[in-house]
């Protein structure tokens, strides 16, 4: 929990004042920020003035499994996918008022996902007697609020976008480390996480299309490793990229945008 939070708090300070007060911001983690100081931490932050809910994964313990069984088939409603189309062989439930949630913060509801597990899913026990994949997951969204359980357990999956950036993280540098001295290896990563964030703001702010999602091989492929060359002219500095290179605009029109970005305040 101690971790979390000073995660939380420095994620949260590297908002602007402008946004961090008075924005609606979700707090989503996987299981390990369940705990309770931690929600308790973030409770009291929005009880300081920050517009914060939370969307954090539960395990499926003895009690819940117990809850999971003890429900009626006609409790289960369709799962969604992102474009609000039904998710096929899901389907999802609130355990609310069947699982003791003393001690979390008030409001707190806890809702279950049923899934046929696709080939190759690690499965509990649990999974494996019952034939379908289970995930819990806990949040203080309100149902009057919209906060529906098909919505709400579509927007925690959004999580999983999580584990694409750690897999993206270790492509452009901290899956491997280059040496047996920890200095060494912690320069390194540091390195790493600053070509991971340029790469985030370069797609964000320059890119577009399918760039614009890229992940790091394909920036590599396309943007990064172009054939080009640099020459001065006019005291002026010019890159000649090479005229048959099939992504050249979106290249030039990176520039172009680089360029006209506004420079950041002292």
């Known amino acids: 929990a101690a971790d979390h939070i000073t995660v939380l ?28 100081a931690f929600l308790t931490h973030l409770r009291a932050l929005r009880d300081n003035g920050l517009h914060l809910r939370f969307s954090v994964g ?31 062989s899901a389907e999802v439930a609130e355990l609310t008022g069947m699982v003791d949630l003393n001690g979390y913060p008030a409001g707190t509801r806890i809702i279950v996902r049923r899934e046929r ?17 289970h995930q819990v997951f806990l949040t203080d969204t309100p149902y009057s609020g919209g906060g ?39 320069a390194w990563l540091e390195l790493s996480l600053a070509a991971i964030d340029l790469l985030a703001w370069t797609r964000v702010l320059l890119l ?3 760039l614009a999602t890229a992940e790091p091989k394909k920036l590599r492929y396309r943007i990064l490793h172009v054939a080009a060359r640099l020459t001065r002219g006019g005291r002026r500095l010019h890159l000649r990229i090479a005229a048959t290179w099939p992504w050249r605009h979106q290249l030039a029109a990176a520039f172009h945008r680089l360029a006209v970005l506004p420079r950041p305040a002292n």
Request: charged residues 25%.
């Open 148 to 186: 529906s359980a098909q919505f709400l357990e579509v927007r925690h999956r959004g999580h999983a976008t999580v584990e694409d950036h750690i897999r993206c993280g270790k492509n452009t540098g901290f899956g491997r480390f280059p040496s047996r001295l920890f200095s060494v290896n912690a």
């Open 58 to 88: 539960y395990a499926v313990t003895a009690p819940v499994r117990r809850a999971i069984r003890a429900l009626p088939e006609q409790v289960w409603h369709p799962a969604l996918d992102a474009d609000g189309t039904l998710r096929e």
């Open 208 to 210: 577009d299309g399918e």
């Open 9 to 36: 708090d420095q994620a949260l300070a590297q908002i602007p004042d402008a946004h961090r007060h008075g924005t609606d911001i979700l707090v989503r983690t996987d299981s390990a920020g369940s705990a309770k």
């Open 117 to 133: 597990p696709h080939p190759g899913a690690q499965l509990s026990l649990f999974d494996s007697d019952e034939g379908l994949r």
